[in-house]
Every structure is written in C-alpha cells, then in structure tokens.
C-alpha cells in the first residue's frame, strides 16, 4: 500500500473510533467532550498491560475496560446525579490527563521491549469500518437504534411511550467506552508504549468531525478522513521551506487543530445537534 495512503487510515482511524463512540452518546441526549480522556485512558491502560503481560489481547482489552469505565462515569454523573454534562466532561478529561501521567511514570518501563504485545494496525482499520456500518445500520434499521435517536430527540416524547432514557443512555455510553477504548488502544499501538498526554487534543478533533458531520455516521467518517489527512500532510511537511522561508516545527504541528478551527468556523450555524441533547 502507498505510504501516504497508508499514514492518511492510520491517523484517520482512532479519529473515526473515537467521533463514533461520541456520536452514540451525543445521539441519546447526553454531552460527550470527555472523547479525549477516555482515549487517553485507554492508550495508557493500553500500554501498561501490554507491557507489563506481553499480551496483545490483554492489552486491547484493558484499554476498551478503561474507557467503559469513563464513560460508565459520566453516565453516573449525568444521568443518576444529573451532573452538567460540560462539567462533567471536563472533571473526567483532567482525571484522565493526571491519573495517565502518574500511572505512566510509575508502572511503564520504557526500556523494555514492546514487540508483539500489540495487535496488527490492520485489525484497528477492520474494526473501524466495521463500526461505521454497524453503528449506521443499526440507527437505521434496528428498533434499539430508533430507541436511541428518540431519546436523543425528545426524553419527555419517550417516556411517554414508555422508554427509559436513562437505561437508553447507560447503552450508549457503553458503546462510547468500547469505541473509543478501540481508538485509545490504536494510538498506543502505533507509538510502541505510551506518553504524557499523547492523545494530543485527538479527542476534542474528533468531536469537531462529528459535529460537522451533523451527527450521522457516513459524514463523519469523512470529517474525519479529511483531518486525519490534514495531519498526514503536515508531517510530510516538516521542514519544507514556503516561498524560501522555513517554518518552526510547532506551525505544522498546530496546522490540524488550525483545519478543524476553520471548520468549524466555515460551517457554524449549518448544523443541527439532536433536539434533546443535554437535557433530563
């Protein structure tokens, strides 16, 4: 496969995982910006296990349980102690982001070999695919999707045909902790071990590409595509003069987040989130 093209699905994959997992939640009515925490826990669980087993499977799987607990997290805080959804998000990104680094520096041997503790690249590409049609077929033609969008769109509306929305939620929630567990475990995977915050603000893009895609699966598949190739070209372009001047490290490195900005700016206000996002 053409190394570009190859880079491009690489990058572009736990951008997919991760903006999936958020639209399942996002879909059922609740707030989801804590997509960069549970990536970020599941790349360090990820990594820790893996080291410390030299199990591939046992490395995956407790990247994918790190992330269910995350999720299953904000589920309790959202939905059992009706936690502001934002403040929420953001209690369990800085959780994250200071539990990864004490748990990093304390259990990870960066010495120590990685090799074969982490499953083929190639299983994480099928895995996305797989849930970008699972996760639009089963909005679209399975009664537990319906339930979902429902919930999404109006609680009140369904409670009275007699759903719960909070059971709904839990649900979704569930599949946010597993997507992004998947996600998570990807990043680790290609880095060989973990560090510091390397999920590197992944979760907040993958947000953004949901939101341009309107919330629907197919969109942001492409959402993201179009960023992970954005960070793809930068790091081709690393060290490539423009018009005769060479440009600091740091300007390629901040292009992706200046694509999703722009983005987000260029089509602010031309799309619709769930009618019942956010609320009881």
């Known amino acids: 496969m053409n190394l570009a093209l190859a880079s491009l ?3 572009s994959v736990p951008l997919v995982l991760a903006a999936l997992g ?3 939640s996002e879909r059922a009515g609740v707030m989801n910006i804590g997509l960069e925490g549970k990536l970020l826990a599941a ?11 030299g199990n591939a499977v046992l490395g995956l799987l407790a990247g994918v ?38 748990v990093a520096k304390a259990v990870i041997d960066q010495e120590r070999s990685l090799e074969g503790a982490y499953l083929p690249v190639g299983f994480y590409w099928a895995a996305a695919a797989v ?9 679209a033609r399975v009664r537990g999707g319906q339930w979902l969008l429902a919930v999404g769109n109006d609680p009140d509306k369904s409670r009275q045909m007699g759903l719960d929305p909070v059971r709904v939620r839990y649900g979704a929630l569930v599949a946010t902790g597993v997507l992004c567990g998947l996600g998570g475990a990807l ?21 953004a590409a949901l939101i341009l895609g309107g919330w629907r699966p197919l969109p942001t598949l492409l959402a993201c595509l179009v960023f992970g190739g954005v960070e793809a070209a930068q790091l081709q372009l690393q060290g490539t003069p423009v018009f005769g001047a060479q440009l600091p490290s740091e300007f390629w ?13 260029g089509l602010l206000g031309k799309t619709k989130a769930p009618a019942g996002l956010g609320r009881a």
Not at 70 to 91: C, E, K, N, P, Y
Not at 131 to 139: D, G, P, R
Not at 187 to 207: E, P, Q, V
């Open 65 to 102: 349980a790190a992330a269910v607990v995350l999720s299953l997290t904000h589920a309790v805080l959202t939905q059992s102690f009706r936690l502001d959804h934002i403040i929420s998000g953001m209690a369990l990104n800085a959780l994250a982001l200071g539990g990864t680094n004490v």
């Open 187 to 207: 990043i680790a995977s290609n880095a060989g071990s973990f560090t510091d915050g390397m999920t590197a603000g992944r979760g907040f893009i993958a947000l």
């Open 253 to 265: 490195g901040a292009l992706p987040y200046l694509a999703t900005l722009v983005a987000m700016v």
């Open 131 to 139: 849930a970008v049609v699972a996760v639009a077929v089963y909005l």
């Open 43 to 53: 790349a360090c669980a990820t990594a820790v296990v893996a080291v410390q087993s």
């Open 22 to 24: 958020g639209l399942t």
């Open 9 to 11: 699905i690489t990058l």
